[in-house]
């Protein structure tokens, strides 16, 4: 199968920043004077190598401005020490949250980078402890070292996953306290090639943990998505010749028409109340 390789730049929407914020998110720059519904969330909310993201097609289908705050490899830690894009979010309407992988905090065992999440910083004196065989320095990316703690030793593992999941719940009580729960949860859920050492996105997010945070929140809405390879749906994506590996990983232009409808009737009803 070939496909044809499309230069990023034709991608509509390309990269923005709102007012003080340090954190690139999917264009165009929407007013914010208007009412609106803000999107939160990573790469699968930003679309990327997608032209129409599915927050682009919400807009015309609900009649109101969608802004789309979604970052690429941005995590819960992105938005939560990022005051300018939680005051866009709590002056919406209704904000959706994307619930994103419990790898890519910050936590009692380790730190991530400040705005791109998926990247490892440092061990905390906690984590040298229960693993005091590793040299922490191999380390770049919080899958790879997950992986690798994992295969060291499964029990000590758990309790690192263990603390990963109180972390992310605190994190997501947190972010929904602070929009005054008027928030949609959008469980987006997709399986990952072997290769990824995790079977499914978001990684280490289980039914127990939307749970905690379901009264919380105006609902939580779950998508069984495919990647771009999965749904043989990367002829319609738009990347540059070195990127075929990352966009099969992605998720397509059919499965974001497929998440917008399922979120446009979720919605619609939310915003008459």
């Known amino acids: 199968m070939s496909y044809e390789l499309k230069s990023p730049g034709g991608l509509a929407g390309e990269p923005v920043r709102y007012g ?11 007013s914010l004077k208007d009412p609106y519904v803000a999107f939160l ?5 930003y679309g ?28 819960l830690d992105s938005f939560a020490q990022d005051d300018t894009l939680i005051g866009v979010a709590r002056n919406a309407r209704l ?25 490892f910083l440092a061990a905390q004196p906690a984590l040298k402890t229960l693993y005091p065989e590793i040299d922490f320095t191999e380390f770049h990316f919080n899958k790879h070292l997950l992986c690798s ?8 593992f758990e309790q690192v996953r263990e603390q990963l999941q109180r972390s992310w719940v605190d994190r997501m009580t947190r972010l929904v306290e602070e929009l005054d729960g008027r928030v949609l949860l959008l469980w987006l859920r997709y399986a990952l090639d072997a290769e990824a050492g995790f079977p499914e996105e978001p990684v280490l997010v289980d039914r127990a943990m939307a749970e905690v945070l379901r009264p919380k929140v105006q609902g939580i809405l779950e998508i069984k998505a495919a990647s771009a390879a999965a749904a043989q749906d990367i002829s319609g994506m738009i990347f540059g010749p070195m990127e075929l590996p990352a966009a099969r990983h992605m998720i397509g232009p059919k499965e974001h028409m497929k998440i917008a409808e399922a979120l446009a009737c979720d919605l619609e009803p939310l915003l008459r109340i």
Do not use: K, W
């Open 41 to 45: 969330g990573g790469t699968e909310v």
């Open 95 to 119: 904000t959706v949250v994307q619930m994103l992988g419990a790898q890519n905090i910050s936590n009692p065992y380790y730190r991530v980078h400040p705005r791109r999440n998926d990247r």
């Open 48 to 75: 990327r190598f997608v032209e129409f993201p599915f927050v682009a097609s919400l807009q015309a289908r609900l009649g109101m401005d969608c802004v789309n705050l979604g970052s690429v490899n941005a995590g």
């Open 20 to 30: 003080q914020s340090r954190l690139l998110v999917r264009g165009p720059q929407r």
């Open 149 to 156: 703690l994992r295969d060291i030793s499964v029990q000590r």
